[in-house]
């Protein structure tokens, strides 16, 4: 008998890096804006993100374009064709919450649940909109704040890979996990501005797999993730970026700027932390 889906672990980690302009007053804006001027010859920019290169000079430019998924070979007693249909589901499921765009500029949810079963689609709607934000359970979604983010293309650069492996939990059950670790890229503007920047994502988590007794699978997703630069809104379900021109909101990051957004390990340790990271 599978087990009854429990929440994930939906805490998020929220990285934000610091202002490159630090203030968030129009005048002094300005001001800094006429000495950069002077000094240079060319105005302040906070473009960051090249609309005809969004990748280029970063490591994504090297990253493909979306969840690649592995040709499977049979586990234990689960046979090549029954891994791979996991391996699939898996895939599905990154894509509905990183590639959608209605899902991530949006709000939308409808791609995603429909991946899910039964009961793990119940358990998800129960606790949408907990008023624990750790409970929630759109926190499996990335969502950004809305208005605060259109995209740049069409493109979503990615990076990582799944494994599968037999696994027991703490009742005795058996069932298959597929583990996932990814670093996701976007490149995101203001809503009708200049202002840019790529939002760097660090993927870490499993989906479980439980035989329904139907020769169906019963699919929990469980996962977290480190983004970065946002703002450390600890009370939110959804993503603020954090642009140059703006001052840290929420947590003021952490620690000194020496994370490198694009190094998954350096993510690996920081649930639940706000800290600075290098440029994106």
Not at 123 to 142: C, V
Not at 152 to 172: L, Q, S, Y
Not at 237 to 264: H, K, N, Q, S
Request: aromatic content about 8%; hydrophobic content about 35%; glycine content about 12%.
């Amino acid at each position: 008998m599978p087990l009854t889906p429990v929440p994930p672990a939906p805490r998020v980690v929220l990285i934000a890096a610091l202002a490159a302009a630090l203030t968030g007053c129009a005048p002094a804006e300005r001001l800094l804006d006429d000495v950069v001027r002077d000094v240079t010859g060319y105005p302040l920019s906070f473009d960051e993100v090249d609309r005809d290169d969004p990748f280029g000079g970063t490591e994504a430019q090297d990253y493909g374009e979306g969840f690649a998924v592995p040709e499977a070979a049979g586990l234990g007693d689960y046979p090549a064709g029954r891994v791979q249909l996991a391996y699939d589901i898996t895939g599905d499921l990154l894509e509905a919450v990183y590639l959608d765009e209605e899902a991530v500029f949006g709000g939308g949810d409808g791609r995603f649940r429909q991946l899910l079963d039964r009961r793990s689609r119940e358990w998800y709607d129960e606790h949408a909109g907990h008023e624990d934000p750790l409970m929630d359970s759109r926190n499996l979604l990335f969502h950004l704040t809305p208005g605060t983010a259109e995209p740049i293309g069409d493109v979503v650069k990615v990076d990582g890979g799944m494994r599968a492996e037999v696994a027991e939990d703490e009742n005795g059950w058996r069932y298959l996990a597929v583990h996932t670790e990814y670093t996701i890229v976007h490149p995101v503007a203001r809503p009708g501005e200049r202002v840019s920047v790529r939002l760097v994502t660090s993927h870490y988590g499993q989906v479980s797999f439980y035989g329904d007794g139907e020769g169906g699978w019963e699919v929990l997703p469980a996962w977290w993730r480190a983004v970065g630069p946002v703002h450390c809104l600890d009370d939110q379900v959804t993503f603020t970026p954090a642009y140059a021109d703006e001052m840290p909101e929420g947590e003021r990051p952490r620690g000194l700027i020496e994370d490198d957004p694009y190094d998954l390990d350096a993510g690996r340790g920081l649930e639940g932390d706000c800290g600075a990271i290098r440029g994106t």
